[in-house]
Structures are given as C-alpha cells and as structure tokens.
C-alpha cells in the first residue's frame, strides 16, 4: 500500500474544536438537535483534514471527532453492551465503562460512515484505526460470558464484520488500537487469536498499535500476530526500547512512534529527523511508517499541528536524502 | 454468627459530586477537593448507602483521594507529583509520586476527613498505605528503600496516632504490594509497620488484594498488626489453603464479592464461601467485605454489591 518512502500518518485523535466540545456539551443536555450536531461534526472533521493537509500528511484519519473515548463508543454500537455510568480513570476524567450483559452481536456500523465521509473529503490515504476486541473487553465488565476469553472472541466476530464492510467500501488500511495488551502479557495468546478472528478474510493492510507497557514482555512474541504493521511509541520511552526490538529480526513495518504526545514541547526538525533515523538500526527504511507516539488529542489545536508539520517536514527530508 | 460486615475503602462518588469535584479542582490537578457542605452531602450519601446495605464498619468512601496513593503523598512534605503510570492491571492511573526531600507531615493527612465522617455517628475505618506507597513511588532523596519506607512509617505513625485519638478503632493499611514483595522487602516492611503501629491505640489490620497471598503468608503473620487482609476473590482457592493449612491467630478481613466487576455473585455462593472460610478462622475475628475499594465500579452498581455481601451474610452482628 505504500508508495513512497517514510510515509507519514496519524494514529487517530486530533484534539477537538472548542466549539465542538461546547456543542457536543448543549447537546448532551437536549439544548441542540441531532441534524445541527452532526454537522458540527463533520464541519470538525473538514477542518482536521485541512490541518492534515497543511501539516503535509500522507495518510489521514478523522481525528476521531465523534469519538469521546475508545472503548464505550464502539459498545454502544454492538447489540450485548450496556452502560451503566461513569468509572474513573484518573483524577476526575471518567470514562463510561461498558458491561456486557448479553450475547454481542452486531448491531449498525461504527466506523463506515466516518470512513465514506473522510474519503469524500480527501484523496490522501486514509487508516482507519478500531479499538480492538481484547482491549475493549478488558476495559469493560464482562456479566454475561464465562470466560473474559469468550467474550473477546465474541467481540473478535463483530469487529470482524465491521473491517468486511469497511474494505468493501474501499478501506485498505485498518489499524487495531490494542493498549490493553501490554498490562496483561499472559494473555497475549488470546489477544493474538482476537486479532486473528477480527481480520479473518480482511484484505487490507492491517496495524496493530500498541501504547504504554513494557514492550520487552510482548516482543519478540508480538510478531507472530498476524498483522503487516507494528505501531509503538518510542519518543515517550526516549527511543530505548529500540535495543528490546533489535534483540529479534523486526519482520513487520513499523509505525515509528517519533514525537511525544505527553509533552508540549515541540520537536524540531531536526531533532526529528535524528529520532526517526533512529529507526533504521532495527529496520529498512522502507518498513517505516512515521507518526506520533499515540493520538494527539490532548494536545492544544497549535501544538498538534505544530508537531504535526514537523514530523512530515522531518520526513521529506530524510526521504530526499536517502 | 458473629462476623462484621465491612468496606474496603473507596466508594463511587455520586455524579452529583464528580461534576463538583471537576469544576472545583478542574480535569488536570492534583489537588484535593474541600471539605465543605458539597463533601458533607456526598459523604452523608455514600455512609447512608453503607448504612442501607448494612454495613457495620464503614469507611468515609475515600470520596476527595483521586488514587490510592496521591492523596496521602501530596499531603506530606517532600513529596512531588510525577507523570501519569497506570495503577497496576487497572484502566486507571495516579501521578508517580516522587519524594525529593525529607518527608515531613506537616499537617495532617486525612484526619480532618476522618473527623468529619465521625460526626455523623457511624463506626468508621480510615485507610492508610505504607509499604505500597514507597513501592509505586520513586526516590531520589533517600539512599535505600529502607530509609525511605522508614521516614515514611514515621509519618503516617504521627497520623494514625491522631486517628485513633479521634476515634478510630480499626486503621487499615492497604498493601498489595507486599504480594510480591520479595524477602528484603518484607523484612523491611516489618520493620515499618513497627515503626507505623508505635504507641497508637488502634488495631491495624494489613490489607492485600489483586491476588493471593502465597508468596508472602508465613511474613506477613509476623507482622506487628492485629490483622491482615485477603482476596477471597481474586486469589480464592490459594487463600482458602494457606488459612487452613497455617491457621491463622489474628483478624481477618475477608474480601468475598468482586469489586471490579458488575456482575453480581449468587449469596448463596458468597455464603458458602464465608463458611470455608470460617472452618479456619473464628468467626467473631473475621470481618467480611469487598475485595477491594468500590470505585471500579459505576455508582448505581457500588450499592447493589455491599447488598449481595449482606443478603449472604444476614445475621451478622456487630461486636
């Protein structure tokens, strides 16, 4: 699927419009109706392939505009999920944390319409990245299967469907979002099955995009899933877990996490180019995809793009001098 | 049948109040909320709930710590917060407390919250965590974990002097951390809870949980607390072998319904299970509660668990 060399791309979120986060806010509360939200949506979505574009990206996303957080927007999708409040996940952020109460099965689409309407906007690349079905069965309470193992592979099945029905309107990159691998490295068999099941018969090109643990726990195990492409971030842990993944012949691309979304300082060019020459003493260059650590929503909008335009301005050139 | 019923710790906090708490303290701080008439609501709310599911040994719900260990640090001197680290298999984070100077307790550290909840009446337990806290901490000031679990001991030794002259008959120390400890560390840990337990007339039961306890057991039984705490849930059938085969001579706080999920355990089974348990520990030195603190779990869901521990358990009187 690549055509050029050190292709550049999002992992998904974009920090959201004040506007949109007021709007999304009013409607919340009933005080705005569901035809104006939704193009406040997709006014947020425009505005993020704008800044995608003037970044200078070669693969887009949404930005993950509709999405508030990525476990409980898919389950409130698929037919089995109930939500019943908020849980903390740190300080006072909650997330609504979803309780499988009945068989999964799916229900409507979650992913499709965000894909048909991104690709109207823009010629560039687009991956479409999903939470995968391990992670979002570990991050909700599971009452109706016996076993966690039993609802992930459920689970596996619906997205399974959902990555059809999006190669079959054109998608040919999906990235599996999977954070909740690393914090249960004695499961990894059974997340390596959900990501088996999920992109069964899926023709595309397919990431897995693991953020936060100790990599050294999953590699080199981490390669016998069956996915085209790893994605990591290196810049959080200073680029030191590169020694862990040379430890083993990388046989995948790489998603070369290379600027660090926890931070506001923004990386130069230069600074990036060296981070991502980095990568090159664990692959070809040709197996690298360059990107952010992870989403940048909590970013600042400035910050963001800022990053952003680096990172690609980075990428060009190392491509002209390679 | 003279066992009591317990909390763990935490309770959900109401919606009510999170939404007070985010406009108070906004979303990035680390700041504790106040006690004003808002906290003074949400915890008359929470102990009631405690109180309708027949809950003898209540807690204050922990309704202003943002984490199990951020609370306690930042309100001791030398303290700062660090970056944000996943608290163990949980979808939950804290700050990575660091210490950078000597740890001093320059005010105290939940006793005004302590108090507050004693106003309303109940049998309240505070909760404090020692060894744990060092162990998720980092520490740049002092030259060994030693000296540092030592300083920190010290501290919270002043406060649960204070605690218990306010009232508080049991002080429980959340320790999962011990679980994994190896024999260094529970030496040293023994040494602190000396240090911690020094002069405070209170007993202190050692709470564990996440797992069971068979790494740790035959130490932790030396340890200088009047009980200890295990995971009936998570480390069941291991638990259930070390008390029968060790005995086991001091209280025990028993965790047997599952806080971190809403599914709801069959009394019946949880009644079994405090049977097994009582075939080795005397009844009337057994406290039975969730396995851990309640906040992995929505609010409407915290209340419809302490109600499965109590329907299980009906007949248990406070001594």
Same mark, same amino acid.
């Given at each position: 699927?690549?055509?050029?060399?050190?292709?550049?791309?999002?992992?998904?979120?974009?920090?959201?419009?004040?506007?949109?986060?007021?709007?999304?806010?009013?409607?919340?509360? @009933?005080?705005?109706?569901?035809?104006?939200?939704?193009?406040?949506?997709?006014?947020?979505?425009?505005?993020?392939?704008?800044?995608?574009?003037?970044?200078?990206?070669?693969?887009?996303?949404?930005?993950?505009?509709?999405?508030?957080?990525?476990? +409980?927007?898919?389950?409130?999708?698929?037919?089995?999920?109930?939500?019943?409040?908020?849980?903390?996940?740190? @300080?006072?952020?909650?997330?609504?944390?979803?309780?499988?109460?009945?068989?999964?099965?799916?229900?409507?689409?979650?992913?499709? +319409?965000?894909?048909?309407?991104?690709?109207?906007?823009?010629?560039?690349?687009?991956?479409?990245?999903?939470?995968?079905?391990?992670?979002?069965?570990?991050?909700?309470?599971?009452?109706?299967?016996?076993?966690?193992?039993?609802?992930?592979?459920?689970?596996?099945?619906?997205?399974?469907e959902e990555l059809k029905a999006l190669v079959a309107a054109g998608a040919?990159?999906?990235?599996?979002?999977?954070?909740?691998? +690393?914090?249960?490295?004695?499961?990894?068999?059974?997340?390596?099955?959900?990501?088996?099941?999920?992109?069964?018969?899926?023709?595309?090109?397919? @990431?897995?995009?693991?953020?936060?643990?100790?990599?050294? /726990?999953?590699?080199?195990?981490?390669?016998?899933?069956?996915?085209?492409?790893?994605?990591?971030?290196?810049?959080?842990?200073?680029?030191?877990?590169? /020694?862990?993944?040379?430890?083993?012949?990388?046989?995948?691309?790489?998603?070369?996490?290379?600027?660090?979304?926890?931070?506001?300082?923004?990386?130069?060019?230069?600074?990036?180019?060296?981070?991502?020459?980095? +990568?090159?003493?664990?692959?070809?260059?040709?197996?690298?995809?360059?990107?952010?650590?992870?989403?940048?929503?909590?970013?600042?909008?400035?910050?963001?793009?800022?990053?952003?335009?680096?990172?690609c301005d980075a990428a060009e050139e190392l491509r002209e001098e390679l | 049948?003279?066992?009591?019923?317990? *909390?763990?710790?935490?309770?959900?906090?109401?919606?009510?109040?999170?939404?007070? %708490?985010?406009?108070?303290?906004?979303?990035?701080?680390?700041?504790?909320?106040?006690?004003?008439?808002?906290?003074?609501?949400?915890?008359?709310?929470?102990?009631?709930?405690?109180?309708?599911?027949?809950?003898?040994?209540?807690?204050?719900?922990?309704? &202003?710590?943002?984490?199990?260990?951020?609370?306690?640090?930042?309100?001791?001197?030398?303290?700062?917060?660090?970056?944000?680290?996943?608290?163990?298999?949980?979808?939950?984070?804290?700050?990575?407390?660091?210490?950078?100077?000597? &740890?001093?307790?320059?005010?105290?550290?939940?006793?005004?919250?302590?108090?507050?909840?004693?106003?309303?009446?109940?049998?309240?337990?505070?909760?404090?965590?020692?060894?744990?806290?060092?162990?998720?901490?980092?520490?740049?000031?002092?030259?060994?974990?030693?000296?540092?679990?030592?300083?920190?001991?010290?501290?919270?030794?002043? #406060?649960?002097?204070?605690?218990?002259?306010?009232?508080?008959?049991?002080?429980?120390?959340?320790?999962?951390?011990?679980?994994?400890?190896?024999? #260094?560390? &529970?030496?040293?840990?023994?040494?602190?809870? #000396?240090? %911690?337990?020094?002069?405070?007339?209170?007993?202190?039961?050692?709470?564990?949980?996440?797992?069971?306890?068979?790494?740790?057991?035959?130490?932790?039984? #030396?340890?200088?607390?009047?009980?200890?705490?295990?995971?009936?849930?998570?480390?069941?059938?291991?638990?259930?072998? &070390?008390?029968?085969?060790?005995?086991?001579?001091?209280?025990?706080?028993?965790?047997?319904?599952?806080?971190?999920?809403?599914? *709801?355990?069959?009394?019946?089974?949880?009644?079994?299970?405090?049977?097994?348990?009582?075939?080795?520990?005397?009844?009337?030195?057994?406290?039975?509660?969730?396995? *851990?603190?309640?906040?992995?779990?929505?609010?409407?869901?915290?209340?419809?668990?302490?109600?499965?521990?109590?329907?299980?358990?009906?007949?248990?009187?406070?001594?």
């Amino acid at each position: 699927m690549k055509n050029k060399l050190l292709p550049t791309t999002v992992v998904g979120s974009h920090p959201k419009p004040k506007w949109l986060n007021h709007l999304i806010v009013e409607f919340e509360q @009933g005080n705005l109706d569901k035809g104006v939200m939704e193009s406040a949506f997709n006014d947020s979505v425009r505005a993020v392939v704008k800044v995608q574009e003037l970044a200078g990206l070669d693969i887009f996303w949404d930005g993950e505009m509709r999405r508030e957080e990525m476990t +409980s927007y898919f389950a409130e999708n698929i037919d089995g999920f109930t939500v019943y409040g908020p849980v903390r996940v740190w @300080g006072n952020n909650y997330y609504k944390k979803p309780a499988i109460t009945g068989e999964l099965r799916y229900r409507d689409e979650f992913s499709l +319409s965000d894909y048909r309407f991104l690709s109207s906007l823009t010629d560039r690349g687009i991956k479409v990245p999903l939470t995968g079905p391990y992670t979002i069965v570990d991050w909700s309470f599971n009452e109706h299967y016996n076993t966690k193992e039993d609802a992930v592979y459920a689970l596996a099945e619906v997205i399974n469907e959902e990555l059809k029905a999006l190669v079959a309107a054109g998608a040919d990159f999906i990235q599996i979002d999977d954070p909740a691998i +690393s914090t249960h490295v004695d499961e990894l068999e059974v997340a390596k099955k959900s990501v088996e099941i999920a992109t069964k018969g899926v023709k595309a090109y397919i @990431g897995l995009h693991i953020c936060y643990g100790d990599y050294s /726990k999953l590699y080199p195990q981490v390669l016998d899933f069956p996915v085209d492409q790893l994605d990591f971030e290196l810049a959080n842990k200073n680029f030191e877990d590169i /020694k862990i993944f040379r430890e083993h012949d990388f046989t995948k691309d790489i998603g070369f996490g290379c600027v660090d979304v926890h931070t506001k300082r923004v990386e130069s060019v230069a600074e990036i180019k060296e981070n991502i020459t980095k +990568s090159f003493e664990m692959v070809e260059p040709k197996q690298v995809y360059v990107d952010p650590d992870c989403g940048v929503k909590l970013l600042s909008p400035q910050k963001a793009f800022e990053k952003l335009k680096n990172m690609c301005d980075a990428a060009e050139e190392l491509r002209e001098e390679l | 049948m003279e066992f009591v019923t317990s *909390m763990a710790g935490s309770y959900p906090r109401p919606d009510w109040f999170k939404l007070h %708490l985010k406009k108070q303290e906004g979303s990035q701080k680390g700041v504790a909320g106040l006690i004003d008439d808002r906290y003074v609501k949400a915890l008359k709310q929470v102990l009631d709930e405690q109180d309708k599911a027949q809950i003898q040994l209540k807690t204050d719900g922990q309704l &202003l710590w943002h984490n199990m260990l951020c609370h306690l640090c930042y309100k001791i001197e030398g303290f700062a917060p660090g970056g944000l680290i996943r608290f163990y298999d949980n979808n939950m984070y804290y700050q990575k407390p660091r210490v950078e100077s000597e &740890l001093k307790r320059k005010n105290s550290i939940i006793l005004s919250e302590y108090l507050k909840a004693r106003e309303s009446g109940h049998d309240i337990k505070p909760v404090l965590s020692c060894y744990t806290l060092t162990k998720l901490s980092s520490n740049s000031f002092y030259s060994s974990d030693d000296d540092f679990l030592q300083a920190l001991a010290s501290v919270l030794n002043q #406060e649960a002097r204070d605690l218990a002259d306010a009232g508080a008959r049991v002080i429980q120390v959340d320790e999962p951390a011990l679980l994994s400890a190896d024999k #260094e560390g &529970l030496e040293i840990a023994k040494k602190a809870f #000396e240090v %911690l337990v020094k002069d405070v007339d209170a007993s202190f039961v050692l709470s564990t949980y996440y797992a069971d306890a068979s790494k740790a057991f035959a130490e932790l039984l #030396e340890f200088p607390v009047q009980g200890i705490g295990l995971d009936f849930v998570e480390g069941k059938d291991i638990n259930l072998k &070390l008390i029968k085969e060790h005995g086991l001579d001091l209280d025990l706080q028993a965790g047997v319904v599952d806080a971190r999920t809403t599914r *709801m355990e069959d009394p019946a089974n949880v009644s079994k299970l405090v049977s097994e348990i009582t075939k080795a520990v005397d009844s009337d030195r057994l406290y039975v509660c969730p396995n *851990m603190g309640l906040e992995y779990l929505p609010y409407v869901k915290a209340a419809q668990k302490l109600s499965v521990l109590s329907d299980s358990i009906r007949g248990g009187v406070l001594r």
